[in-house]
């Protein structure tokens, strides 16, 4: 921001582009790769208030977060993240009307197939597949099986997405899986425990987030990832999703870095 005559005047925008490239190249600069967390969630929150601010509509709020999602991927790369779980889409989402929620499901299709067809990443559809309509269910599974064999970042795909819908789910799937072998409720009353629950959630087998970000200001969960968060690092953004910068990933990581975890409390 410059003065003049006690006037505050606006950078114009290249200046202030160039100020942010510098100070994020600083910033990274300074990063600690060994620090850097293995596993980032991601609530992507904010799209239709950032829309409303500058005019425009909730589906073209939609489609610029969207567009934000290659962005964070490419700098995940460079930091040596390994695992992105991103919240596209959650089971109360699902009642929005009918005139927001179809062009939204389209966005999320051509995203999730735009994320099979770059050839780098893994994609891993977490959530309740039975409760989206075909045609989505359809892109998800496609989108898994045409990456199986890449090497780059897992990216899970929340959509239709709840922590309480996973949680249930995984114990329907872990009472049924009992149920055919013959297993009776008293023996499986004695097996149970928080790694027999685990080996039923939709992110089974892998690590849990050491790092979950939040946009748009808001500081609270939702429901995201309830049982897989229970050590996670918060770390709570002001900006809405599509405007969230590489400067802004990179603040999130140096605080993670700076933090000492503690398992317990």
């Given amino acids: 921001m410059l003065r003049s005559s006690g006037m505050r005047i606006p950078y114009p925008p290249?200046?202030?582009?160039?100020v942010y490239r510098l100070y994020a190249r600083r910033v990274e600069g300074r990063l600690d790769h060994t620090q850097v967390p293995k596993h980032i969630g991601v609530i992507?929150?904010?799209?239709?208030?950032w829309a409303r601010a500058d005019g425009r509509t909730a589906e073209q709020g939609h489609q610029a977060g969207a567009a934000k999602i290659e962005e964070l991927l490419g700098w995940c790369a460079e930091t040596d993240v390994e695992?992105?779980?991103?919240?596209?889409?959650?089971?109360?989402n699902l009642d929005r009307p009918e005139a927001e929620?179809?062009?939204?499901?389209?966005?999320i299709e051509n995203t999730v197939r735009d994320l099979a067809a770059d050839g780098r990443w893994r994609v891993h559809h977490v959530g309740n597949r039975d409760l989206l309509p075909d045609a989505t269910q359809r892109v998800l599974k496609e989108?898994?099986?045409?990456?199986?064999?890449?090497k780059g970042i897992l990216v899970n795909v929340a959509v239709g997405y709840g922590g309480r819908q996973e949680i249930a789910d995984a114990v329907r799937s872990l009472l049924l899986e009992h149920?055919?072998?013959g297993t009776s409720f008293e023996e499986l009353a004695e097996i149970v425990d928080i790694d027999l629950i685990s080996?039923?959630?939709?992110t089974r087998g892998q690590p849990d987030p050491d790092l979950v970000i939040r946009t748009s200001g808001e500081q609270r969960l939702s429901g995201f990832m309830l049982w897989q968060s229970a050590h996670s690092e918060?770390?709570?953004?002001?900006?809405?999703?599509?405007a969230f910068r590489k400067v802004d990933f990179l603040r999130a990581l140096r605080d993670y870095a700076a933090r000492h975890r503690r398992y317990g409390f």
């Fill in 14 to 18: 290249a200046l202030r582009d160039l």
């Fill in 44 to 49: 992507l929150d904010g799209n239709r208030r």
């Fill in 83 to 92: 695992v992105v779980t991103l919240w596209m889409l959650s089971t109360d």
């Fill in 101 to 107: 929620l179809t062009p939204l499901l389209g966005i």
């Fill in 143 to 150: 989108a898994e099986q045409a990456t199986l064999a890449n």
């Fill in 179 to 181: 149920a055919e072998r």
């Fill in 199 to 202: 080996e039923h959630l939709y």
């Fill in 234 to 242: 918060y770390y709570f953004c002001e900006v809405f999703w599509p």
